[in-house]
């Protein structure tokens, strides 16, 4: 037996020993994770510039979001980051990263803020929600595709593009092609989201619609939250403040469409009775952030903190995915995969448009 009394079997070798093994973990994650930081860095600071060159090009103001350029750059460096020294990062930044950027997101929404809508607009927008994830497994299936990218494209559109596509894949059955289609979902739900910006707008005169209930289409079906508020702010202030206490609301749904993902893939494993509902920390502690900032009690430079913070390891998070997928890979998905994410972003609008139109 060991003597209770050597160095070995002592509190403070033990504690040496963890605080060895943490800093070796820490050197092994910090190449990954300064390319990934580094990334991300530069597609923040080419995002205006990028928005000017569109704008001298196409003469219209349309800005390219951070995300998009950090995925497209970390892309084209994939032959340099394909080496050990830098897996182990990037890892760290797709699963651990992600899941506390996921959660602190959180702190953006109030249950005030919900109940404030109205119950038929949470109606509307809960229904054309889960006919869009519906909808994503069916056309997938229709078109050849497997079920998991039928519900990362159907949960990325339903709930709020980026984010969504990234905490729908952590719950997704284990495959070779889940991070190329990943990245292709991310990339499609934000090239969709800036047309709809632009084009959205013109469908108040059609409909009839007034200020506040465009502010609402926007909102509900409108994917990635920078453009819900390019969309409603272009219009009008009231536009844009339904449009942003909708798109809100979607995000705080993120939480049941993971899980209700997450579960039904697993009950196809091994039978409903049997299958373990995933509930992955990050959604417990997202769904307490929302609890705590409804309390009012959270002063706004904590609240900007955090939202800063949330912004910063989505970004990091998104730039390792784009490092760890090539080129090919993307080009292999072909254009059913296109499809898939066209007819889910067409399902949402239409839902959103004739939910919209019975409640008027």
């Known amino acids: 037996m060991p003597d209770p009394a050597s160095p070995a079997a002592s509190p403070e070798a033990a504690a040496a020993d963890r605080r060895g093994q943490m800093v070796t973990l820490a050197r092994r994650i910090a190449p990954g994770f300064a390319l990934s930081l580094a990334v991300a860095v530069v597609s923040v600071l080419a995002e205006p510039l990028t928005g000017r060159l569109v704008a001298a090009v196409t003469g219209r103001a349309v800005s390219v979001p951070a995300v998009v350029i950090a995925l497209l750059i970390g892309m084209a460096l994939h032959g340099f980051a394909a080496r050990p020294r830098y897996e182990v990062g990037m890892t760290f930044c797709v699963k651990k990263l992600l899941r506390v950027a996921i959660a602190l997101l959180g702190l953006r929404i109030a249950l005030g803020d919900i109940v404030a809508l109205g119950f038929g607009t949470v109606v509307l927008v809960v229904v054309s929600m889960a006919l869009t994830v519906v909808s994503g497994v069916l056309v997938a299936r229709l078109l050849g595709r497997d079920d998991a990218y039928g519900a990362l494209a159907g949960g990325a559109t339903a709930v709020c593009g980026a984010s969504a596509a990234l905490a729908t894949a952590t719950v997704l059955p284990p495959s070779k ?13 934000n090239a969709l989201s800036t047309l709809a910006m632009v084009a959205y707008p013109s469908f108040g005169p059609l409909f009839g619609f007034d200020d506040r209930t465009l502010g609402i289409l926007f909102g509900a079906s409108i994917h990635d939250v920078a453009q819900v508020v390019g969309a409603g702010y272009s219009v ?42 995933p509930v992955p920390l990050f959604a417990i502690v997202f769904l307490a952030l929302v609890v705590v900032n409804s309390t009012g009690l959270v002063p706004e430079p904590v609240r900007g903190a955090v939202g800063e913070a949330s912004r910063w390891g989505l970004l990091v998070a998104i730039a390792a995915l784009g490092l760890g997928t090539s080129v090919a890979a993307i080009a292999r998905v072909g254009w059913r995969h296109v499809a898939t994410v066209c007819a889910t972003t067409i399902v949402i609008l239409v839902a959103s448009i004739a939910g919209l139109l019975l409640l008027r």
Do not use: C, M, Q, Y
């Open 177 to 189: 092609s889940r991070d190329a289609d990943t990245v292709f979902v991310v990339v499609a739900v």
């Open 236 to 277: 009008s202030d009231t536009a844009g403040n339904s449009a942003v206490i909708v798109k809100l609301f979607r995000v705080f749904l993120l939480l049941p469409v993971v899980l209700g993902i997450g579960w039904w893939f697993a009950s196809r494993g091994g039978g409903a009775d049997k299958a373990k509902v």
